[in-house]
Every structure is written in C-alpha cells, then in structure tokens.
C-alpha cells in the first residue's frame, strides 16, 4: 500500500529534550515535506527537501533540523524543544514539482512539549 | 495581502443542499489549484486538483477556478453529514528558485452539514 508514515503518533516531552519524529514514504516521491498545523494559524511549511540531500527553509524553520540521506526518510528533529513547538505534525511527499503533481500527507504526529 | 483567503466559517448546510466554499489568492501565476479535506485529528486529503480555467466535476465535488478574479471554488451537492469536515485550500506559488514545491495553504473553512 502506498502510504508515508510517521512515528511516533504521539509524544509528551519535557522541554530541552531533543527528540525525533520520523517519516517515511514507499512511493519513491522526490519532495518530502513538514508542516505544523496550529489552531487559527493553519498549516504552516517547517522544511521541505527536494531530493536526498537537498533541503531548504519553509516559512518557519526556526528550531527545527532536517535531514535526507535517503529518498524515502525525511526526519524532523527538535534539538531542545520548547513549549511553543507543542503542535500537530504531518509529513507529506510529491512524485516532483510543478503542475500536475499532489501532495500526500502522512497521518500525524501530535507533540507536547511541557 | 496574505496568500490564500478562506472564510473560516463555520459554514452550515442542510443535508442535501449544495455546499459552496471559497478561496483567493494572491500569486496570478500560480498554476495549481488544491481542495484538500481534513476530519478533526485526521490528516487533510486531496479531494479535488485544478489546474484550468473553468469547472471540474468529479462526483459531488466541482472545482471552478478563475485565474483573472484569482478565485478558487468548491461546490458540494447533495451535502451529506459525512461531508462535515474542514476544507482547505491550497496553491502553488511560483516562488524564487527551480524546483521548490512549497504548497500554501488557506486556513480552512469549517463545514457543516446538518441532518
């Protein structure tokens, strides 16, 4: 079944703690992508990687590290996580860019930072 | 002006109605146009992609896009309360570098279809 997913699904931590939410897709998609969904504020883009080591900045990078070194795992890592990171999670993938290519979004990942 | 414009909502439709829900955007060359559905807690899924003027229908669902007005819309007939679920929209900006994929997203509309 094509499908990315994401782990863990949930996560309460303490902040500074540096954790790591995996994601991983089985289409052989090019762009990966992270994305925070905050109550009145939408989903936001965190990074997004264009192929294996290749990533850039979304709209709010800050805090958050990203890693490709192969085509299928694209990892989120909070080095010291802090409160205002507590949100809900989704990875997503691409076959490639321009038109005609959709997104697909992994199931989430909801954080808690305390 | 920010990229992508949706009324919040929520919006309220009786059961078999057509439900109407709206989108602007602010990049006139964009050339992708995305309705993406999302339940409470769930991740949002693509339920209707457009990329030329005019209408697409697939189902229930019809997309319209007007690329002078920079205007997106989805229209749902026959509303069922399974329909009831936030609707987002999204587009693909041309942004400064080759290759980016960097969908925007509207803050989504909160649809409700009432028995």
């Known amino acids: 079944e094509a499908q990315v997913t994401q782990n863990p699904r949930y996560l309460i931590t303490v902040t500074g703690k540096k954790l790591t939410v995996t994601c991983s897709q089985n289409m052989n998609h090019e762009y990966m992508s992270w994305y925070r969904q905050d109550p009145g504020l939408g989903l936001r883009q965190i990074y997004y990687?264009?192929?294996?080591?290749?990533?850039d900045k979304g709209d709010v990078p800050e805090g958050y590290k990203v890693s490709r070194k192969e085509k299928r795992n694209f990892p989120l890592i909070l080095e010291s996580p802090s409160p205002n990171q507590t949100s809900l999670y989704f990875c997503a993938s691409t076959p490639s860019a321009g038109t005609g290519y959709e997104q697909y979004f992994g199931p989430g990942t909801r954080l808690t930072v305390t | 002006q920010k990229e992508v414009e949706q009324n919040s909502g929520p919006l309220s439709v009786p059961e078999g109605a057509i439900a109407s829900l709206n989108c602007t955007y602010s990049?006139?060359?964009?050339?992708?146009f995305f309705w993406y559905r999302q339940y409470s807690g769930k991740s949002p899924e693509l339920i209707m992609s457009i990329y030329s003027n005019g209408d697409k229908e697939d189902g229930r669902f019809t997309a319209q896009l007007n690329k002078a007005s920079q205007y997106v819309s989805l229209l749902i007939r026959d509303s069922q309360p399974s329909d009831s679920a936030t609707y987002l929209c999204?587009?693909?900006?041309?942004?400064?570098?080759?290759?980016?994929?960097?969908?925007?997203f509207g803050k989504g509309t909160k649809l409700s279809v009432i028995p």
């Open positions: 999204a587009f693909l900006p041309r942004r400064s570098g080759a290759g980016s994929y960097q969908l925007t």
């Open positions: 990687s264009m192929n294996v080591e290749v990533t």
């Open positions: 990049d006139r060359v964009s050339q992708s």
